[in-house]
């Protein structure tokens, strides 16, 4: 079903890179949940009201606000494909974030009402009128929820939609809470006891839960989370590919919103090489990672010496005391400065986020290890944080 309504609503649906197309894709989302929501929503109100089920007219205008949340989808990819301007060098791809953080707010709201409705209703219950017409039109809303949420989700999977994600789980949430609704309706037939606002109650406590739980998701890339592991291995695999990198390091991922990512990365090569031409494969890995993986990334070419038999032996005696320290990895920049009384090796070490040693106590147990080589050596670190870890050398 999803596949037939974006073949023929959504040119080159199958394109999702395009930026063109995954906006089409996410505001064709919108209108298709504004139709179905409004539709559910009046069905569902109708049908409270001659049962007298305050449970169901709150499902109903839960659906009202999911209409709200398919408008303010369809709304947020429409600013979010906005081009770049004086004011936004990076683009305007971040609002479809704040739109999915309204939705996930929206949902904590929908909750709150919810509950404090269904909790009156536990307070001063009443009965509710049992009839098959009831049944069916929530077995129908079950239904269409469930389409509802494996298309927002799927779609959102699809074209790496955080607000679609967020709409889908909360269509998700409706088919918890109007299967609920009807069990509660029929429980209360057999046996005469009055469930609705105790169900009510269950359900709205679970959609503010899940409400939370899509607000730290949509949140964290706001707040600069980590970059994707997969995309660090892919462009560290693509980067090794090239005959003449020696090392890679400092690589900083920013994401500015779907389909705007910009990267940055040190790559060593032969100080004593022609510098043209490692400039060359340079300029290559750049247009190489940009064309495959649609990020934005620059790249510091790092000259290393590579024919100075004692700095060689001092930097791997220095990295096979690193590897031994857990947490401590990818030593890199390594360099050594001679003077007349001692000489100052220095170096960048990658720390772990688990690393249990403060970074005067790797100092400590380096520079103790490395004077048994030579009294004279004082070590010199400045350590950058890792939250995904890349080889450095191969």
Known sequence: MTELLLRVF???????????????????AGIVGIISNIILCLM????????????IIADGINNLADASSSVITFIGFKLSSLPEDKEHPYGHARYEYLTGLLVSVLIIVVGVQLLRSSFDKVLNPEETVFSLVTVLVLVIAIVM???????????????????????????R??????????IALIITKITGFQLDGIMGCAVALF??????????????????????????????????????????????????????????????????????????MIDNIERSISEALKIHIV?????VITNDPELNHLKEVVTNIAALIPGVSNIHDFRMVKGPTHTNVIFDAIVCDNCKLD?????????????KENPDYFVVITFDKAYVDIDTFK
């Not at 989700?153 to 269509?171: C, E, F, H, V």
């Not at 790249?299 to 000259?303: A, E, G, K, L, V």
């Open 145 to 171: 929820k469930v389409w509802q949420a494996v298309f927002n989700i799927g779609l959102g999977k699809r074209i790496n939609s955080m607000t679609l994600i967020a709409t889908g789980t909360d269509s």
């Open 299 to 303: 790249i510091h070419m790092d000259p």
């Open 359 to 371: 970074e005067d106590e790797i100092k400590t147990i380096i520079e103790t290890e490395l004077r």
């Open 173 to 182: 949430n409706d088919v918890i809470s109007t299967t609920v609704v009807l």
């Open 10 to 28: 959504v040119k080159n649906y199958k394109e999702t890179d395009d930026p063109k197309v995954r906006e089409a894709c996410g505001k064709f």
């Open 44 to 55: 569902k109100v109708i049908v409270g009201m001659f049962a007298g089920s305050i449970a």
């Open 207 to 280: 959609i503010i839960w899940s409400g939370i739980t899509l607000v730290r998701d949509t949140v964290s890339p706001l707040l600069g989370e980590a970059p994707d592991e997969e995309l660090v291995r892919e462009i560290e695999r693509r980067t090794w590919q090239f005959e003449g990198v020696l090392g890679i390091h400092d690589l900083i991922v920013h994401n500015y919103g779907p389909g705007k990512v910009f990267a940055s990365m040190h790559v060593e090569i032969d100080a004593c090489g022609d510098m043209m031409e490692a400039h060359d």
